[in-house]
């Protein structure tokens, strides 16, 4: 693999904003931000069970997320690979390579081939090694460095303690002949047994949006029923959006998809400074239309808001944003100069809080869905949503009994990543 490629799968599993398309197996990092891999002692053997047997329990982990997605996984091949099994996984037609402990016990979905040679070797050593390649690959791309914290055999392969910034301490692995890094491994124990937020009296829910991503735009549209259904009394709605620092146009000028980077501040960003900068994914007109939304929630009736972005992702796109929501605002009742002033005053202040928030729950994409602070990666439609919301409720209102209709499946996938 290219030393772009390990940056990518780096960036994507370690460190901190993928700008890209959503991943399939995205849908499993609820289960790996939550729950960490269960450390065991060093001295604990990996008791082998077979490939059957460990390619059983891989899949039926997979299949307990992927079943809410009405998708199955099926295994087309498995070979030994490296003190490990390699799977090759069909799901929905797509076929692609899933890695496992011998005991089945442990799946890593990403593996990175690094230009490492640990014959001889000590682990400490390949650790070392492994640790010193991956920053020299960082710096080049102008992202802070990582550390090793420690390391230990584990299940046939090393298991790196890795210390990522900001008090964040990440377990990867690599094989034992420093040839292989996997990035993160899943518990295949930890099934995926179905969404229940906290309960709370009132449920607070959280959907982070890119007001022209196709994909949050479902979302808000599937949302609304069940806003319409459960009113503002019993659930606490705060609709948000995706918002990038400098570092995306960064991204974008070593990508080649801006020349430099005036160009993307005028065509992406708002400055509030040489180095604080808001952008969004889809330019600046979207932004723009962030701002505006904004300021409809904030100073109008919050079901205004839904009508009013309801009509805008239906006529509106993000080349015409900034005349083309005029005339909607107009037929709501929606004082335009209000918004206007409301953009112009206070569209830092606002950009401020939302970046603050895409920060404190980690927000990379659109859409972007939390419940009482858990995120939710269901199904995006309305009766999906509503029984998500209604499982958060100490005391679940009648409404929670009603069946909201419309939707069907919802495709998968978002903006960012």
């Known amino acids: 693999m290219s030393r772009s490629g390990i940056y990518a799968v780096v960036v994507v599993a370690i460190v901190v904003l993928v700008v890209s398309s959503g991943i399939y197996f995205g849908l499993f990092r609820e289960k790996a931000e939550e729950k960490e891999v269960p450390p065991k002692s060093e001295s604990t053997p990996s008791k082998e069970v077979g490939a059957e047997e460990a390619t059983n329990k891989v899949l039926e982990y997979m299949n307990s997320y992927l079943k ?19 799977l090759k996984i069909d799901v929905n037609g797509r076929v692609f390579e899933v890695y496992s402990t011998k005991d089945g016990s442990l799946m890593f979905d990403k593996a990175s081939p690094i230009p490492i040679s640990g014959e001889g070797l000590s682990k400490e050593e390949i650790a070392n090694k492994t640790i010193d390649y991956i920053n020299s690959v960082l710096k080049e791309q102008g992202m802070p460095e990582i550390k090793l914290v420690g390391v230990e055999e584990y299940k046939g392969l090393y298991r790196l303690k890795i210390d990522i910034g900001q008090g964040r301490v990440v377990e990867s692995y ?29 449920v607070n829910v959280k959907f982070f949006v890119m007001s022209f991503c196709p994909y949050g735009n479902i979302a808000e549209e599937a949302l609304m029923p069940v806003y319409q259904l459960l009113g503002e009394e019993k659930v606490e709605w705060e609709p948000h959006y995706v918002i990038y620092g400098k570092r995306y146009c960064e991204i974008l000028v070593q990508r080649g998809n801006v020349p430099d980077m005036d160009s993307c501040r005028e065509n992406y960003c708002i400055a509030k400074d040489e180095e604080t900068w808001y952008c969004s994914m889809h330019g600046i007109q979207e932004l723009n239309q962030d701002v505006r939304e904004l300021c409809v929630w904030k100073y109008y009736p919050h079901d205004v808001w839904w009508k009013f972005v309801k009509e805008v992702n239906q006529s509106c796109n993000s080349r015409n944003a ?17 918004v206007k002033k409301c953009q112009a005053e206070e ?6 809080g939302e970046t ?18 858990k995120v939710y990666r269901g199904e995006r439609t309305p ?17 929670c009994g009603e069946t909201l209709s419309g939707g069907g499946k919802s495709p998968r996938g978002g903006c960012g990543g």
């Open 68 to 86: 809410t997605q009405g998708v199955e996984a099926k295994l087309v091949g498995v070979e030994e690979y490296k003190g490990l099994y390699r």
């Open 174 to 202: 690599v094989t034992k002949d420093g040839s292989v890094f996997f990035p993160q491994a899943y518990d295949t124990s930890q099934l995926y047994e179905g969404f229940d937020a906290p309960d709370s009296e009132v």
């Open 322 to 338: 900034d005349t083309c929501w005029e005339q909607i605002a107009e037929k709501l009742g929606i004082n335009l100069e209000q």
């Open 347 to 352: 569209a830092i202040s606002l950009l401020e």
């Open 356 to 373: 603050s928030l895409n920060s404190k729950y980690n927000v990379r994409g659109s859409p972007t869905v939390f419940i009482n602070d």
């Open 383 to 399: 009766e999906a949503y509503k029984n998500a919301i209604c499982s958060g409720f100490k005391v679940p209102p009648k409404e």
